[in-house]
């Protein structure tokens, strides 16, 4: 069965500086994958996903993710954070052709708190 | 407007009252899910189903049941809640079933439940 390891669990940053989350899944075959993030009081959305093409994957807000399938690593990047990104961060893993085909296996999130 | 739709949003209850917490979605989808958020232990699944009558055990299923008449409503049921299953629920659905498709999860608002 797959799995989801999120590195940080949470992550402080002033207004303006940059962000790299890390995500590492474990699954030896074809895998769909994604961010949602998780404002505060509200219900996860989706950030950005990766199914096939381009590893480097662009999603809202300005927020990008880099597929290294070497490493089986999925990244998320922000060049700039704001303090409405203020927000907890889930990495997630999907097979494809997995029995169940639509389960998604979540790390255990980054909460990501921006200063202003 | 695409949405999944969950009642109640909030809820206090007792030891052994069995209760129901509705899901509905409008976007056609053929699988649905539930999960449990909590503190450090990011989303788990406790059910899903990928079509009409056909519903499976996620990682956490136990104390909960499920039914899926229908499409569009896949309800969570609590036979004996017990202060374990205080938790944040989510329900998500998603076009995803089978080889080819991006398991993208909609989310709906949540529902906290709390089991004295």
């Known amino acids: 069965a797959q799995s989801v390891s999120q590195h940080n669990h949470h992550v402080i940053l002033s207004e303006a500086a940059s962000l790299e989350l890390g995500c590492n899944y474990s699954y030896g075959g074809t895998v769909n994958l994604f961010w949602y993030v998780q404002y505060p009081g509200q219900h996860l959305q989706l950030l950005l996903k990766y199914f096939s093409g381009d590893p480097l994957v662009k999603g809202i807000k300005g927020f990008e993710a880099e597929f290294i399938k070497s490493k089986f690593s999925f990244n998320l990047r922000k060049p700039s954070v704001q303090w409405s990104d203020t927000a907890e961060y889930f990495c997630a893993v999907n097979v494809p052709l997995n029995t169940n085909a639509g389960k998604s296996t979540f790390g255990d999130g980054t909460t990501l708190t921006v200063k202003p | 407007e695409a949405q999944v739709t969950q009642n109640p949003r909030y809820l206090i209850t007792v030891t052994g009252k069995k209760l129901t917490v509705t899901c509905s979605q409008n976007m056609n989808h053929e699988y649905m899910s539930w999960y449990r958020q909590d503190p450090g232990l990011g989303l788990r699944q406790i059910y899903y189903s990928m079509n009409v009558e056909v519903t499976d055990k996620g990682d956490v299923p136990e104390g909960y049941k499920v039914s899926r008449k229908e499409k569009r409503n896949f309800p969570l049921i609590l036979e004996s809640p017990s202060p374990n299953q205080t938790s944040l629920y989510f329900c998500?659905?998603?076009?995803?079933?089978?080889?080819?498709?991006?398991?993208?999860?909609?989310f709906g608002e949540g529902s906290r439940l709390t089991v004295l």
């Open positions: 998500a659905s998603s076009n995803h079933t089978g080889p080819g498709t991006t398991g993208e999860l909609f």
